[in-house]
Nanobody
Framework: QVQLAESGGGLVQPGGSLRLSCAAS????????TGWFRQAPGKEREGVSC????????YYAPSVKGRFTASRDNAKNTMYLQMNALKPEDTAVYFC??????????????????WGQGTQVTVSS
């Protein structure tokens, strides 16, 4: 059974930083496209960043590019999202996800079949 366990959310002031972690069991992250998504109240879930099978340069949504860094530690089977220079508009529930075999390259939620439980990130003074 695939499980993705997230940690690291919380409350931070504008301009601050947070690091999200997502530990996987039941699948090897290196063999699938992995992604981070977020969903703010009243909005659709959106792709924040995705990493391909080849561990090439991650995709970033334009709204987070230059501020967020996604990575994977294949030895620990864990993925990370380092978030810097956080803004109030980054406030959302953040989810890690693993794509269905052969998909995920569009970084769209519909391509991902395994999801973490979500962690709240609140950016506020």
């Amino acid at each position: 059974q695939v499980q993705l366990a997230e940690s690291g959310g919380g409350l931070v002031q504008p301009g601050g930083s947070l690091r999200l972690s997502c530990a996987a069991s039941g699948l090897t992250l290196h063999y699938v496209v992995t992604g981070w998504f977020r969903q703010a109240p009243g909005k659709e879930r959106e792709g924040v960043s995705c990493i391909s099978l080849t561990d090439g340069p991650p995709y970033y949504a334009p709204s987070v590019k230059g501020r967020f860094t996604a990575s994977r530690d294949n030895a620990k089977n864990t993925m990370y999202l380092q978030m810097n220079a956080l803004k109030p508009e980054d406030t959302a529930v953040y989810f890690c996800a693993a794509a269905r075999p052969g998909s995920g390259y569009g970084c769209r939620p519909s391509e991902f079949g395994s999801w973490g439980q979500g962690t709240q990130v609140t950016v506020s003074s």
